[in-house]
C-alpha cells in the first residue's frame, strides 16, 4: 500500500529504502543495536572505518550468518573510503581491512566518504600545521581514485560503487571521467537541508541518493562539543509542521521525517542505538504523506547544515570542500 520497500539503482542492484547508521556508538552499544536492527528486520547496515566500530559490526554479523538467521545476499552493507585514504593507491587495501573487520568478502556498496583528503602520521594521527589546523592533501584526484573504486567491482570486494558529501559540479565531473557510474550519493538531508538542485541533478543521472542525519543528528552536539565547537542546532522532531503531520497520521516525528525522504524517491540511514527507536524508524511502510504534506515538508527548507565537517579544523582550505557558507548558524 505504501509502496516498495527497495531502491534500484543503475546497475539493477537493490537497496532496502530504510537502513541504520552506526555513526557514534561504542562497540557495546553498537553490537547490542546492530543484534536489534537485525532482529527487528534492518538488512540494510551503514558503517565506515571513521565510525571505529566496523569490527564490532562484524562480529554480529558473523554471528547471525553462522546460525543462519540470515543469508550473505539478503544483508545490504554499506562502508566507505575514509578521507585520510582518499588516494587511488589505498582504495584496494582499505576495503580489504573494512571487509577483513566486517568480516565480509564483500560490500554491497562502497563509497568515497567525502570529496576531500586529509593527511596523517605515521601512528595514524592526523598531521597538524602550525597553527594547529589538519594538515589537507590538495592533490586529490577524484577520477584516478575512481578507476581503482571500478577495479572493486571487476574483482567482487564491491557490488556497487557510489560518493558521499559530493557536490553536482563533483558528480558531474565524475560522471564524465568514469567506466561505471556512481550508484549512489549519499549526503546530509532533511526537512532543513534539502539541497534540491544537487538532489534533481543526481536523480536525472540515475543516481540514487542516500540521506543521512535524517533526523538532524542530535548527538553530533556532544561530538562537535569534544572538538571545541559550540553551536545551536535545530530539534527537527519539534517543529511544529512536522508534529501536525505526526499526529494526523498517529506516528512519530521521526517516522514523519523518514516517510518524506521515501516518498520524495531517496533513502534514509536513521542512526538508533535504542531497540524501540530502532523498530520505530522502520515502521514507515504501513502510511504515505498526501501531496499537500510533503509539499508542505519541501517548504521548510532552511540551508541548515548540520553535519558541516568543522569538527575537521582547518578543511575548509581542501579545494574540493564545497560546505563553505552553505548553513546558517
Ligand atoms: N557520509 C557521511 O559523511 C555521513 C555523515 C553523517 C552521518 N552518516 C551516516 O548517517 C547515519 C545517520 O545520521 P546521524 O547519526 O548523523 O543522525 P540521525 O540519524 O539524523 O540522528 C540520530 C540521533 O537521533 C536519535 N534518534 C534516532 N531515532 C529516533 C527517534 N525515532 N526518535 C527520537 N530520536 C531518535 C538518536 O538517538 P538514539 O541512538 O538514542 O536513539 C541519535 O541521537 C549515521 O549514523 C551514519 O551512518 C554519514
Known sequence: MAGDKYLTFNNGQKMPLIGVGTWQASD???ETAIDAALEAGYRHIDTAPVYGNEPAIGRVL???LDAGKVKREELFIVTKLPPISNRPHEVEPTIKKSLADLQLDYVDLYLIHTPFTLNINEDGSFKVDAEGLLEVDPTTNHAATWVEMEKLVEKGLAKSIGVSNFSKDQVARLLNNCKIRPANNQIEHHVYLQQRDLVDFCKAENVSVTAYSPLGSKGIAAFNAGAGIVRDLPDLMDIPEVKEIAAAHGKSPAQ?????????????????TNPARLKQNLDVFDFK???EEVAKLLALDKNIRVCDF???HGVERHPEFTFKNQYTK
Open 28 to 30: 557495546e552499544e553498537i
Open 62 to 64: 558473523k554471528r547471525w
Open 256 to 272: 514523519v521525517l523518514l516517510r518524506w525522504i521515501i516518498d520524495t524517491g531517496l533513502c534514509a540511514i536513521p542512526k538508533s
Open 289 to 291: 504523506l498526501s501531496d
Open 310 to 312: 568543522a569538527f575537521f
